[in-house]
């Protein structure tokens, strides 16, 4: 992994391949290259580092084709070198570049050596190349190479082909991974996600798991997994190619921080109608679904499984429904009890992320009363593979530390929980009430916002620190445990997140002067009980940083120092409204440190393989 762009076409591809990159650039990389067809023999280029690297290096070395294929890699197999960016050729003809893992590389690696297939790279990916070269020798064209070489490999792929012997031609082959098909006039493009291609195409087709195509300029032919001759739909994407870009603010973080209040409003716009919400919001199939549930099952990772957690504690008070939530990765290698009348829910920003593509999968082959999927993304694998789908339409989301994703996931799933709780008995005047607290939303949300200047200040006291601890309680623990995930992705300053409640069962013996402590403390019915938990943290010579409700009072003492939410907050939005500050929080700190904040070291904006 991490980014694919093809194009073929009668201009030239070069600079539609680039600007392909650079939009993708937010998925997180560490190197790049570009492959083209040039009269019969394939030029490529590899540059270990940015975008811009390759970029400088095809400045000074021009580099033209009307077929070609490039990509940014995030290191599975192999470190971040040159040798080991992509694409990969074999024997002067083929090229490829590839997204996922080759679980069985290993064995077909060593066949290839006894063939005589000598190896340059420490990758996965160079043996598909070598593997499709050996089968082009008696195959009949690319596609049968292509073919051939698929039904040998073991794992997760979505994979371009080009070939000096097949000129104006792409063969892909998809499993796992996610790739797409742009449409043109007369030009015809290909990538891992539809934001790559924006600047020159609206027009979308989705590959199934096993379909291979072949991508020409004026023709595309699919064939499943049986071989079939297969049409897939064309789809407008609904994205425009201005949306990923980060205007006047430094940081597309920064502006996704910002975005919030707007993003919210989207994901309730239409949702909710006369103190109601909405049924049709989840599906046309939605209202029997609901009415069958009995229970839930989340399954997320990262970010969208600390927005599960927050959402078992709404399901569990205001539905009465036992609400299980479990990481995507563990839940895939278990054999789950489903309880009957069990709802199985994705979350996900991409909606590609393997793991809970995976567990999705595994879910509509149990005894779930259906499926449904929280996301950000229309044209992902998870919206079209759920029975349901509610889109958060948060927006094109760049930043690899999630957060308008978060909060637009969390109200989605505030809002699945008056539709489950009206059907748990509550009142239709406490549904006027949640759904009025949750219309508030995104006024609060700018007066949260307001803090900035405030807490930009405040991250001077974490410059230097090497270690933070977050607490919560309650539906705020969830809260804490993001807070302290976007600390240590963007600032790579350690950071953990407890239960304030445990803190005398380990983690005291972690407080000193050195150790920040975070809490968040909203006014609700555990706030005398973290009153009394931070208590111990001051005991023991700790540096307390409080985000607090107006009405709650700590003392200005030494050591204490409490930043005001700026308005009265009910306990349905704070969850929420809290996340604003620690998301502002980890920015600032990040910035003074001087990290790259919307490409953190090692991590992926979309994690596509396992």
Request: charged share 25%; net charge negative.
């Amino acid at each position: 992994m991490c980014g694919i762009v093809g194009a073929v076409a009668e201009r030239n591809v070069v600079p539609i391949l680039m600007e392909g990159l650079r939009r993708l650039e937010y998925r997180g990389y560490d190197s790049a290259g570009v492959a083209v067809q040039s009269d019969k023999d394939i030029v490529r280029l590899r540059r270990l580092g940015k975008v811009q690297e390759l970029q400088d290096a095809l400045d000074a070395n021009p580099t033209k084709g009307v077929t070609g294929i490039s990509h940014t890699r995030w290191a599975t197999h192999g470190v971040p070198n040159e040798a080991n960016a992509h694409p990969h050729t074999s024997g002067g003809d083929i090229a490829i570049v590839h997204n996922g893992i080759i679980e069985n590389y290993e064995e077909l690696r060593d066949d290839l050596k006894s063939k005589g297939y000598e190896f340059t790279s420490d990758t996965d990916t160079e043996i598909v190349a070598h593997r499709i070269h050996h089968h082009r020798k008696s195959a009949t064209d690319l596609v049968a190479a292509v073919t051939a070489t698929v039904a040998e490999l073991e794992g997760a792929y979505a994979l371009v082909v080009m070939s000096a012997d097949d000129p104006g031609t792409l063969v892909l082959a998809r499993q796992g991974c996610p790739v797409v098909i742009g449409l043109g006039i007369d030009e015809n493009f290909v990538a891992s996600d539809v934001a790559a291609l924006l600047p020159v195409t609206r027009n979308f087709m989705f590959l199934n798991e096993g379909d291979v195509a072949k991508v020409e300029r004026t023709k595309v032919t699919i064939w499943d997994d049986s071989g079939a001759v297969v049409e897939r739909p064309m789809k407008e994407s609904e994205l425009t190619a201005d949306a990923a870009e980060r205007g006047s603010f430094r940081h597309f973080m920064q502006k996704e921080i910002h975005e919030q209040a707007q993003a919210v409003a989207r994901t309730l716009n239409e949702r909710i109608a006369n103190g109601k919400v909405l049924d049709a919001a989840f599906g046309p199939k939605a209202n029997d679904v609901l009415d069958a549930t009995k229970g839930v099952h989340i399954v997320a990772c990262g970010t969208s499984y600390h927005a599960g957690l927050v959402a078992r504690y709404w399901i569990e008070q205001l539905c009465r429904l036992p609400c299980t939530v479990e990481i995507a990765s563990e839940y895939r290698y278990r054999s789950p009890v489903v309880p009957e009348g069990t709802l199985f829910i994705t979350i996900s920003q991409s909606g590609e992320t393997a793991d809970t593509l995976a567990a999705l999968r595994a879910a509509k082959e149990m005894d779930y009363v259906s499926t449904l999927t929280i996301c950000n993304a229309p044209e992902s694998s998870m919206v079209r593979e759920s029975d349901l789908t509610m889109m958060t339409n948060a927006g094109p989301e760049i930043g690899v530390a999630s957060t308008k994703a978060f909060t637009t996931q969390l109200a989605a799933l505030a809002l699945l929980t008056i539709a489950l709780a009206r059907r748990s008995g509550l009142e239709e005047k406490q549904e006027r009430s949640l759904v009025a607290q949750l219309a508030e939303l995104p006024g609060l949300i700018e007066q949260a916002l307001a803090m900035d200047a405030s807490i930009e200040a405040l991250a001077v006291h974490f410059a230097d620190k090497h270690h933070a601890l977050f607490l919560g309680r309650g539906v705020q623990n969830p809260v804490a445990m993001e807070g302290a995930l976007k600390l240590k992705e963007i600032s790579y300053i350690h950071a953990e997140a407890y239960a304030a409640g445990e803190l005398k069962h380990g983690p005291l013996a972690l407080v000193d002067e050195d150790m920040p402590v975070i809490a968040v403390a909203p006014d609700d019915e555990l706030l005398e009980k973290l009153k009394s938990n931070l208590q111990e943290v001051r005991a023991r010579g700790g540096e307390l940083y409080v985000f607090a409700d107006p009405r709650v009072q700590f003392g200005d003492r030494q050591g204490i120092h409490t930043m005001r939410m700026p308005a009265l907050i009910q306990d349905f939005q704070a969850p929420i409204l809290y996340t604003i500050p620690l998301q502002l929080l980890a920015y600032h700190v990040a910035v003074l440190k001087g990290t790259d904040v919307d490409q953190p070291r090692n991590l992926a904006k979309s994690v596509t393989v396992e």
